[in-house]
């Protein structure tokens, strides 16, 4: 399977961005997704994840805040009330089936370019 993220940009602290992740190549549908952020000097942390069967999780940071939804063939992260520290660059990542791993990078299998995100104070 392909990704391709996209919908990041610049905003101001307290707004909101969408962004998407569109696959491509095999059927999208049995594979769970993953939301991963890198911000400069840091490791790549997870934020939200949603398996085959629509079930989600969201990191502790963005509860609240963050949501992950799936469609056929794109995944999206709703992202409200940003922070300065949700700056970042933001990844999906998808894997066929489902894993107890999903909140370590290493547990996925395909990746998204990246899309970044940068909230200003």
């Known amino acids: 399977v392909q990704l391709q993220a996209s919908g990041g940009g610049l905003v101001q602290a307290g707004g909101s961005l969408r962004l998407s992740c569109a696959a491509s190549?095999?059927?999208?549908?049995?594979?769970?997704v993953g939301w991963f952020r890198q911000a400069p000097g840091k490791g790549r942390e997870f934020v939200a994840h949603?398996?085959?069967?629509?079930t989600t999780s969201v990191a502790d940071s963005v509860k609240g805040r963050f949501s992950i939804s799936r469609s056929r063939n794109t995944a999206s992260l709703q992202m409200d009330s940003l922070k300065p520290e949700d700056t970042a660059v933001y990844y999906c990542?998808?894997?066929?089936?489902?894993?107890?791993?999903?909140?370590?990078?290493?547990?996925?299998?395909?990746w998204g370019q990246g899309t970044q995100v940068t909230v200003s104070s």
């Open positions: 190549g095999h059927a999208f549908r049995s594979y769970s």
């Open positions: 949603i398996h085959t069967s629509g």
């Open positions: 990542a998808a894997q066929l089936g489902g894993s107890d791993r999903f909140q370590d990078p290493n547990g996925w299998g395909y």
